[in-house]
């Protein structure tokens, strides 16, 4: 990594539980393209003055995590389509104080579902109702599917994201037949590291038993208590580890106008699979 200097180009990412996983990520290739940048962390105490440190300070890229995804919308100039298209955000882009906003996830949802070969007529259960969430429900949309039902305790939010791509929703999850599904998906911090129910499974053991694929779009740790149980259970298990690179690679070319090798971007994961 170069010496910090008065020309080097800031990077940040803005989360309530900020990993290394972006950090190494965006650092390890900025230094193969021996590009002057740097990426940090925060967690930020005050999203509104983040933001404006972000365009005040001349931060030219700065990723959005839980729970900022949709709070960022007001403090943005612009919103790039991919972001306008599901009103959230997990990218902003600094063009001399003019920040744009774009959205990342859905890109990678996307990509994970064609490179699985998910069939688009399999049943999901989606778990959650936030920002990404949405990108969620809208690539399974967009994909194809129609058989998705949404649990999210919160009515209003559950409801909303329901009928907005034209799914099922639920409260809880329930029992029996209506609790099982040929895809099931986390998009709740359950089983997020250093969160309140870091060791907890987001869906019942017969759950994951009686689907065929697990997808658990946390991404730290990267095998979290629902894909271990998943991996034990012998299911296809697509992983929150994966969805992390997609959209870190998506917001690096973003940023830096600049699409790494092949070669570069398996480079750059094993290096975030060492820490």
Same mark, same amino acid.
């Given at each position: 990594?170069?010496?910090?200097?008065?020309?080097?180009?800031?990077?940040?990412?803005?989360?309530?539980?900020?990993?290394?996983?972006?950090?190494?990520?965006?650092?390890?290739?900025?230094?193969?393209?021996?590009?002057?940048?740097?990426?940090?962390?925060?967690?930020?105490?005050?999203?509104?003055? %983040?933001? #404006?440190?972000?365009? $005040?300070? =001349?931060? !030219? +890229?700065?990723?959005?995590?839980?729970?900022?995804?949709?709070?960022?919308?007001?403090?943005?100039?612009?919103?790039?389509?991919?972001?306008?298209?599901?009103?959230?955000?997990?990218?902003?882009?600094?063009?001399?104080?003019?920040?744009?906003?774009?959205?990342?996830?859905?890109?990678?949802?996307?990509?994970?579902?064609?490179?699985?070969?998910?069939?688009?007529?399999?049943?999901?259960?989606?778990?959650?109702?936030?920002?990404?969430?949405?990108?969620?429900?809208?690539?399974?949309?967009?994909?194809?599917?129609?058989?998705?039902?949404?649990?999210?305790?919160?009515?209003?939010?559950?409801? %909303?994201? #329901?009928?907005?791509? $034209?799914? =099922?929703? !639920? +409260?809880?999850?329930?029992?029996?037949?209506?609790?099982?599904?040929?895809?099931?998906?986390?998009?709740?911090?359950?089983?997020?590291?250093?969160?309140?129910?870091?060791?907890?499974?987001?869906?019942?053991?017969?759950?994951?038993?009686?689907?065929?694929?697990?997808?658990?779009?946390?991404?730290?740790?990267?095998?979290?208590?629902?894909?271990?149980?998943?991996?034990?259970?012998?299911?296809?298990?697509?992983?929150?580890?994966?969805?992390?690179?997609?959209?870190?690679?998506?917001?690096?070319?973003?940023?830096?106008?600049?699409?790494?090798?092949?070669?570069?971007?398996?480079?750059?994961? %094993?290096?975030?699979?060492?820490?």
């Amino acid at each position: 990594m170069p010496i910090l200097n008065k020309d080097m180009t800031l990077c940040i990412s803005l989360s309530a539980r900020p990993s290394n996983n972006g950090t190494r990520f965006h650092n390890h290739l900025y230094d193969q393209l021996g590009l002057n940048w740097i990426y940090k962390a925060f967690a930020p105490t005050d999203l509104a003055q %983040a933001i #404006a440190g972000v365009r $005040g300070l =001349g931060i !030219r +890229g700065c990723a959005v995590s839980m729970p900022y995804k949709e709070d960022v919308i007001a403090l943005v100039d612009a919103m790039d389509p991919s972001a306008k298209a599901i009103d959230s955000v997990n990218t902003i882009v600094n063009d001399g104080g003019h920040l744009t906003a774009y959205n990342t996830d859905y890109t990678a949802i996307e990509q994970l579902l064609q490179r699985n070969a998910v069939p688009s007529e399999s049943s999901v259960l989606l778990k959650g109702a936030g920002g990404m969430a949405k990108a969620t429900a809208a690539a399974l949309r967009d994909a194809g599917f129609k058989d998705v039902t949404i649990i999210a305790r919160n009515e209003a939010n559950g409801r %909303a994201l #329901a009928d907005l791509y $034209g799914f =099922g929703w !639920r +409260g809880e999850l329930g029992t029996g037949a209506e609790a099982t599904a040929d895809m099931v998906i986390n998009v709740t911090p359950v089983g997020m590291a250093g969160g309140p129910e870091a060791d907890a499974l987001s869906f019942p053991a017969e759950t994951i038993e009686a689907a065929r694929i697990v997808f658990d779009v946390v991404a730290l740790p990267a095998e979290t208590p629902l894909i271990k149980a998943a991996r034990a259970a012998g299911k296809q298990v697509i992983t929150g580890a994966e969805v992390a690179t997609i959209q870190a690679l998506e917001q690096f070319v973003l940023y830096t106008g600049i699409r790494p090798t092949d070669e570069q971007i398996r480079d750059a994961e %094993a290096f975030v699979r060492a820490q």
